[in-house]
């Protein structure tokens, strides 16, 4: 294996069934809910972009369609806009469409676990490594998770995972590292645990939903047995890869929020909002009042 082959391929799976976002999601993907004006999967696109990606696998399912159409052009509304003279929104379109045939889409029959929506991208990736972006995991920071994955996928090759701390209480809520040596831009893996019982966290390094993985990933999707949930878990299979390939994790800089939570994706809401220099005063000034409102009301209860 060549350890250091360029990463051109991005898989972003978004064929979950949304079920906490319900009754939203009943009818529309939850990856179109709009973080202030974009929806969330327009983030993790953007952010494939910016580390070099050339080609997006999008794996969808059933009620998806809407994902499908946002990357696609819209002759009829450009001629509309630029009718009205909306130059600035027909720039911003013109700018987050897909070159032709650099998206491809293909299905997830069942949900049956991120394991097997990556594994559902296996013919579409090839025998080259691939990023990996969950998409409900937004990234706030100067630059998105995925370039700095790329920094450190430059110096060690191989698998890169990105991290983030959490408070070791919140640490049998994620997938965790054991964290070894230190390499330019981040660490070596000695181990990794998806959810660890209280106490039993080898770190409070959680895995944020960037990866870079190797082809040989697909061939243990392939025989992975049912794990946490009844899912078929990446982890399972990353834990299984760690045995005859290096991981590496990058400690993310900036900060995910995790919009499959309704607090998560309220809070990056806000987040976004804030620094936006058309509406983050107004938002600011809104918000600052009905906090205050807030816990006047608590305090008089
Ligand atoms: P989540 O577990 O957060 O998504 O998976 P979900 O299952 O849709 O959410 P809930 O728990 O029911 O609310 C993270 C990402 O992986 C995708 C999801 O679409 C989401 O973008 N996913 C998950 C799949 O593509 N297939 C699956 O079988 C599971």
Redesign the pocket.
Not at 163 to 180: N, R
Not at 183 to 210: C, D, Q, W
């Given at each position: 294996m060549e350890r250091t082959k360029t990463v051109r391929k991005a898989v972003i799976?978004?064929?979950?069934?949304?079920?906490?976002?319900l009754p939203a999601t009943k009818a529309m993907p939850?990856?179109m809910l709009t973080v202030v004006d974009r929806p969330v999967v327009q983030y993790a696109v953007d952010e494939a972009r910016e580390a070099g990606i050339e080609h997006i696998v999008f794996?969808t399912?059933r009620n998806k369609q809407a994902i499908e159409d946002h990357f696609d052009d819209t002759p009829e509304l450009i001629t509309s806009l630029t009718r009205s003279g909306k130059d600035a929104q027909v720039s911003e379109l013109e700018r987050l469409l897909p070159k032709a045939g650099s998206v491809s889409f293909t299905r997830?029959q069942a949900?049956?676990?991120?394991g097997?929506?990556v594994w559902c991208a296996r013919d579409l990736i090839g025998d080259e490594p691939f990023a990996l972006l969950?998409?409900?995991m937004i990234s706030y920071g100067a630059r998105g998770c995925l370039a700095g994955l790329m920094d450190l996928y430059g110096h060690v090759g191989g698998n890169v995972v990105g991290v983030e701390q959490c408070a070791p209480e919140e640490a049998s809520q994620y997938g965790i590292v054991a964290t070894g040596a230190a390499v330019p831009h981040g660490f070596a893996i000695t181990g990794m645990v998806e959810k660890p019982k209280a106490g039993e966290a080898p770190s409070n390094f959680y895995l944020n939903g960037r990866y870079i993985l190797q082809p040989e990933i697909f061939g243990l999707l392939a025989r992975q047995q049912r794990g946490a949930g009844n899912?078929i878990q990446l982890t399972d299979s990353m834990l299984a890869l760690s045995d005859s390939q290096p991981f590496h994790a990058h400690p993310y800089d900036g900060r995910t929020f995790d919009c499959?939570s309704k607090h998560g994706f309220i809070e990056a809401n806000v987040a976004f909002a804030l620094k936006r220099a058309d509406i983050g005063a107004a938002v600011y000034q809104s918000l600052r009042a009905l906090v205050l409102s807030h816990e006047g009301a608590t305090r008089a209860a």
């Amino acid at each position: 294996m060549e350890r250091t082959k360029t990463v051109r391929k991005a898989v972003i799976p978004v064929a979950g069934n949304g079920t906490r976002f319900l009754p939203a999601t009943k009818a529309m993907p939850k990856e179109m809910l709009t973080v202030v004006d974009r929806p969330v999967v327009q983030y993790a696109v953007d952010e494939a972009r910016e580390a070099g990606i050339e080609h997006i696998v999008f794996v969808t399912s059933r009620n998806k369609q809407a994902i499908e159409d946002h990357f696609d052009d819209t002759p009829e509304l450009i001629t509309s806009l630029t009718r009205s003279g909306k130059d600035a929104q027909v720039s911003e379109l013109e700018r987050l469409l897909p070159k032709a045939g650099s998206v491809s889409f293909t299905r997830q029959q069942a949900p049956l676990g991120l394991g097997h929506a990556v594994w559902c991208a296996r013919d579409l990736i090839g025998d080259e490594p691939f990023a990996l972006l969950l998409p409900d995991m937004i990234s706030y920071g100067a630059r998105g998770c995925l370039a700095g994955l790329m920094d450190l996928y430059g110096h060690v090759g191989g698998n890169v995972v990105g991290v983030e701390q959490c408070a070791p209480e919140e640490a049998s809520q994620y997938g965790i590292v054991a964290t070894g040596a230190a390499v330019p831009h981040g660490f070596a893996i000695t181990g990794m645990v998806e959810k660890p019982k209280a106490g039993e966290a080898p770190s409070n390094f959680y895995l944020n939903g960037r990866y870079i993985l190797q082809p040989e990933i697909f061939g243990l999707l392939a025989r992975q047995q049912r794990g946490a949930g009844n899912e078929i878990q990446l982890t399972d299979s990353m834990l299984a890869l760690s045995d005859s390939q290096p991981f590496h994790a990058h400690p993310y800089d900036g900060r995910t929020f995790d919009c499959g939570s309704k607090h998560g994706f309220i809070e990056a809401n806000v987040a976004f909002a804030l620094k936006r220099a058309d509406i983050g005063a107004a938002v600011y000034q809104s918000l600052r009042a009905l906090v205050l409102s807030h816990e006047g009301a608590t305090r008089a209860a």
